[in-house]
């Protein structure tokens, strides 16, 4: 039997604002020591109340807006619930009934073509306590709580069962991080945890609109990670579906260092939230004009910037998408064309999105603090492009520059790499390799021109690579052609 995957994905993201979602504690917590960002509010305690952080509900309008979402009228903040003791009041506060965004969809590009996938709600909440646990001398575990974490205000935007494969869900979080960025509503890091995902994965017959069981997977904590538990889970459901054995409608866990999901609990077909309207705010209506007015400043949007880079800069489809991908990578392609002529773009995108891009992913570096600044990276791509030096020397150029901060011109005076352009100087060399290869020789003028491509590289190898390639071509194919 062939069955389809069906995936839907929940993200939360922490959001930028510099207080907390119902309180003025400060959201500025990553290095802060424990329980030192908190309030009788973030703490619960009884009988305190809480406020409405506006620059929240504004980043989730925004957010709800480039998402394609209706901005609803009315809206509501409602008590979710459940005993945890990461839940300071034994309940969050969230919207179940009333969110501020609904009905709305992103694009993916899903086997080269544009796939729209459903975005059913964006709504507010706010983030839980941390519980770190630890283990005694002693062997005894116990748990530590962290409150500085509860009450950031956190955005969850619940996507529609619309995709059918891992790398799907793959492209469809990675648009999401992207538009989250550009919006500057968020740093959306996984690995950082301001970004996380939950996904619900069944499978189905195929022509068949009954899923087996819904499953939940949680714990992946980057990119790979959901991508990497997609496909177990697809995988294994298949063999259990194979097998003829039940699939449980449950929560799974991944278990990074063993590549698989574990059971973690049975869920029930309703969770029992108990939720109710929070009797401690009132209702939101948003005003229609405040509102259009969040619309009317959205900043220029990943897809709209990646048709710009291929109109204004000529750039391959391939390239400007990847270069928008992100934010700051745009916008220091943009820094290194400031000025610059239009047929400039390519080569520099070569040089951003391949040799730079392999240096900042090794040392895991970002790319605003990486030594090589745009001005830097240009005037080396510039030097390539002239011919100054070949782009073999141009990477190991890159890699010093990338090291030292050192100026390409700096390093090329200084390690001698100028390409030798020089005619008479090349010839010379092109002469040694015609007399010492006279086999090669030989096949070439018998018609095998791949020999032409051996000798070139044995012309750039006796020049430790320093020879200008399209020189040593052409001086080759004439010598040749002459004797
Ligand atoms: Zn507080
Ligand atoms: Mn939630």
Known sequence: MNYETIIGLEVHAQLLTKSKMFCRCSTDYASAPPNTHVCPVCLGMPGVLPTINQQAVEFTVMTALALNCTISDYTRFDRKNYPYPDLMKGYQISQSYAPFGHHGWLTIEANGEKKRVGIDNVHLEEDVAKLIHRTSPGGESYSLVDVNRAGVPLMEIVGEPD??????????????????????????????????????????????????????????????????????????????????KKLAQETRGWVEERGITVAQRSKEYAHDYRYFPEPDLAPLVLNREWVEAIRSKLPELPEARRDRFVAEYNLPLYDANLLTSSILMADYFEACMRGAPQKSAKPVANWIIGEFSRLLNATNTGINDSKVGPVALFDLVQLIHEGSISSTSGKSVLEEMFHTGKSADDIIKAQGLSQISDTEAIEREVMAVIRNNAQAVADYKAGKKQSLKFLVGQVMRATRGRANPTVVNELLEKKLEEG
């Open 163 to 244: 995709l059918r494969s891992p790398e799907e869900a793959r492209q469809y979080l990675m648009k999401l991080r992207s538009i989250l960025q550009y919006l500057g509503v968020s740093t959306a890091n996984m690995e950082e945890g301001s970004f996380r995902c939950d996904a619900n994965i069944s499978i189905r017959p195929q022509d068949s609109t009954d899923l087996l069981a819904k499953v939940e997977v949680k714990n992946m904590n980057s990119f790979k990670a959901v991508y990497r538990a997609l496909e177990y889970e697809a995988e294994r459901q298949r063999k259990r579906a194979a097998e003829g």
